[in-house]
């Protein structure tokens, strides 16, 4: 850290821990005021979308997989999803509740890891989830319980648990027994317990005071909380198919960043559990309604802060979700649907844990992936990010540098941003001119 008179003062956290990829916040202050505040992800564009032209579409379950170690279902589903949209093919009854059950021991492993060891910590005052299982092992250790559940869905119905193996279009290349599913029930109704007072310990924790008037962004669907399936919908009265998603949200590059930014008809807006909460609240199961009834949580919930009750909340329904599945299962007569190559362009867009997560593909007659988009969650709130920052900003100035950089990243938390899966820190800057 470092700071003078004459050049300004100038914070730098050289590294941290619980932001999941390379990013760095500067911030200028004129006058006593912020006048600029930028959120840069500099770590070196990966070309996914590039690296996908050319591959066939027998490849690209396993491909697009490997964008994110965390949250390779979401990936997956939104890839297969467009594809089978192209030869029109429409997954229904056990392959549908399979492919939700999936994204189920997703939501559940992605959350149980954000609340426990990235975010509670913040509320412990604690710099890592292992300081804190010091003295909440407990804790810690209900956690770590509730991953592994998530992690043996994975691994079931995807082949393992990092990087899943089974799913292809038009379904999977192995669908499990009825025994084999039913095995997961008392795991499952120890999960749904664990997530219920999960629900409770997150609505007592102690919330800074912030408040924005926030667009939120999910899939709504007539049926369901959204996981796989429904149109792109926002607390402002919008609702559109996911057809339509790039007439609406545009994605633009900015010079301090690697990430490209996504607006919605030039507004910044969140997506992700506090987004589905409120789009979804009336299709959470009856156990999390009345869980979250218990704790006193109810809408509207416009402080980041609380997205981690959003988690937990969701890590409950998607136990509870999970159950129904194994409790109604009867194996699919083939653990995929035949379809006719054919050319054309799909789209789709599937609920990753950190929010809406989109794909468009263009192939050819042969299965030849032509073209490809992918807007993930993080770029869609890297600027409401930074509107989150730009208004807690002037309250922390008056802090020492390494209290103003905790309260940024702090916020920067609320979002789980998914920059990658490599390595883990922020450098902030603060300059006064």
């Not at 050319?343 to 593909?361: I, Q």
């Not at 941003?417 to 902030?428: G, Y």
Request: aromatic content about 8%; hydrophobic content about 40%.
């Amino acid at each position: 850290m470092s700071g003078s008179e004459e050049t300004g003062r100038t914070i730098r956290v050289d590294r941290i821990a619980r932001v999941e990829g390379e990013g760095a916040l500067h911030v200028t202050v004129k006058d006593g005021r912020v006048d600029e505040v930028r959120l840069s992800i500099f770590e070196a564009p990966r070309f996914f979308e590039r690296f996908l032209e050319g591959r066939h579409i027998s490849e690209l379950p396993d491909l697009v997989a490997r964008i994110c170690g965390i949250c390779p279902v979401a990936y997956q589903m939104s890839a297969v999803h467009a594809v089978e949209q192209i030869f029109g093919v429409t997954v229904e009854g056990p392959l549908r509740d399979l492919r939700r059950l999936l994204y189920c021991g997703e939501w559940i492993e992605s959350h149980a890891l954000h609340v426990f060891l990235l975010h509670a910590p913040d509320f412990f005052g604690y710099e890592s989830g292992l300081e804190m299982a010091k003295d909440y092992p407990d804790l810690v250790r209900r956690g770590l319980e509730l991953r592994k559940t998530g992690n043996a869905i994975l691994a079931l119905l995807g082949g393992r648990a990092i990087h899943p193996v089974s799913v292809r279009v038009g379904g999977f290349s192995r669908v499990p027994t009825r025994r084999e599913l039913a095995g997961l029930k008392d795991m499952l109704l120890r999960t749904r317990d664990a997530a219920a007072e999960t629900v409770r310990w997150v609505a007592g924790f102690d919330f800074p005071a912030f408040s924005q008037a926030y667009i939120f962004v999910a899939l709504r669907s007539a049926t369901e909380y959204p996981m796989n399936h429904g149109q792109v919908a926002s607390t402002d009265g919008f609702e559109i198919p996911v057809a339509e998603f790039e007439r609406h949200f545009v994605e633009h590059q900015v010079d301090h960043s690697h990430a490209l930014q996504c607006s919605m008809d030039g507004r910044s807006y969140m997506v992700g559990p506090l987004a589905r909460l409120h789009l979804n609240y009336d299709r959470l199961s009856t156990v999390t309604r009345d869980v979250l009834a218990d704790a006193r949580i109810s809408l509207p919930l416009r402080n980041p802060y609380q997205a981690v009750i959003a988690r937990a909340a969701e890590m409950l329904h998607a136990a509870d979700e999970a159950l129904r599945i194994v409790d109604t299962y009867e194996p699919p007569p083939a653990p995929s649907l035949a379809f006719t190559m054919q050319s054309g362009t799909g789209t789709a867009a599937t609920e990753a844990p950190r929010g809406l997560l989109y794909h468009r593909y263009a192939i050819d007659e042969d299965g030849t992936i032509r073209t490809v988009v992918i807007v993930p969650p993080t770029s869609q709130n890297q600027r409401r990010m930074e509107d989150d920052l730009r208004a807690v900003l002037p309250n922390v100035l008056n802090l020492d540098n390494e209290a103003a950089a905790r309260a940024c990243e702090r916020v920067i938390r609320c979002y789980d941003p998914c920059i990658s899966c490599a390595t883990h820190f922020l450098r902030l800057e603060v300059t006064h001119a």
